[in-house]
């Protein structure tokens, strides 16, 4: 079984307040973006894991894609699989690539074995992974509270956006990132600012990591302006970085950008 684990967007993020476990409680939207690794799963007389692309910092054990595997044959009794993991999503990236290819694994899984689990038993599941992980298993654009891992459908209307995001090969840890921020009271109800025109969110769509990590990672702030001087009509942050993001109305290709050697770029429609 061959699947496509793709990366997500922040469309503004909040982080409201410290919890008693540790974690922040936050307000952000998520939408899908289609940049893809590929994972292959197939029955195999032992447990394996193969990995081509990008290195994944960590030893192959710890990948999420084999404790994915662990958690389900933990409560099923799986037989063994080989996994095959090539991986295109860059890493430390706010792109959610790692949470991504847990959950597609859990649900390659689910259906391999036919478990027949439905989606909130694989959201279950997926929390444990990682925060954001329970988000891939909709894969629909949804308005995100608590860890970032419960969460309300939302209709937004992004066909005919054109986007451009650039990693500029920095690995920001997401436990760094959250360890540079002060929880506060949300400034907007991103619901409410989202339902307003792509041009009107310069103004009132923010990312709290993007305040508190550009002061010690200038390159994000010399991105974001370089995407608002390429015509994007709204640019930002993605989670806890160090990925930006331009949005494009209109259909419009982004403009080709100069970027030096080592940064990557994906550029298509949301
Ligand atoms: C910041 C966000 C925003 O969408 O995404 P990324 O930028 O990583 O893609 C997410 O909250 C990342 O979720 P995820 O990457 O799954 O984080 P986890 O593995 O659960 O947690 C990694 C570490 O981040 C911190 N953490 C995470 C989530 C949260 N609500 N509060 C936290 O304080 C904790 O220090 C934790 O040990
Ligand atoms: N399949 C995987 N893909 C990417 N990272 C993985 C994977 N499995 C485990 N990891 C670990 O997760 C870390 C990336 O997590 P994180 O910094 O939260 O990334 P991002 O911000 O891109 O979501 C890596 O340093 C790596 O050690």
């Not at 922040?10 to 899908?32: A, C, H, K, M």
């Not at 590929?38 to 960590?58: D, K, R």
């Not at 649900?107 to 444990?128: K, V, W």
């Not at 540079?180 to 307003?196: C, S």
Request: with cysteine; proline share 9%.
């Amino acid at each position: 079984m061959l699947v496509f684990p793709n990366a997500k967007l922040n469309l503004g993020l909040y982080i409201t307040s410290q919890r008693p476990d540790g974690f922040r409680n936050l307000e952000s939207v998520f939408v899908p973006l289609p940049w893809t690794d590929a994972l292959e799963v197939l029955p195999a007389p032992e447990t394996t894991l193969t990995l081509t692309g990008i290195p994944i910092p960590g030893e192959p054990a710890t990948n999420l894609c084999l404790r994915a595997y662990e958690l389900l044959r933990a409560d099923f009794n799986l037989a063994p699989v080989h996994l095959h993991l090539h991986k295109v999503v860059p890493i430390g990236a706010g792109l959610g690539g790692g949470s991504a290819d847990a959950a597609f694994a859990l649900r390659a899984l689910s259906d391999l074995f036919q478990l027949g689990l439905p989606p909130e038993a694989l959201e279950s599941y997926a929390r444990r992974l990682g925060s954001d992980c329970a988000f891939f298993v909709r894969n629909k654009p949804v308005f995100a509270y608590e860890k970032g891992d419960v969460f309300e459908e939302i209709s937004l209307n992004l066909s005919g956006t054109a986007c451009k995001v650039i990693y500029p090969g920095l690995h920001i840890s997401t436990a760094e990132a959250y360890a540079r921020v002060q929880a506060r009271t949300p400034r907007h109800d991103l619901r409410a600012t989202l339902a307003q025109p792509l041009e009107t969110w310069r103004a009132t769509v923010s990312n709290d990591f993007e305040e508190a990590l550009t002061p010690h990672y200038p390159v994000l702030g010399e991105l974001k302006s370089a995407l608002y001087a390429a015509g994007a009509a709204y640019a930002s942050l993605s989670g806890s970085g160090s990925a930006v993001y331009g949005l494009f109305p209109g259909l419009q290709v982004p403009p080709t950008m100069q970027l030096p050697a080592g940064y990557q770029v994906w550029d298509g429609q949301l």
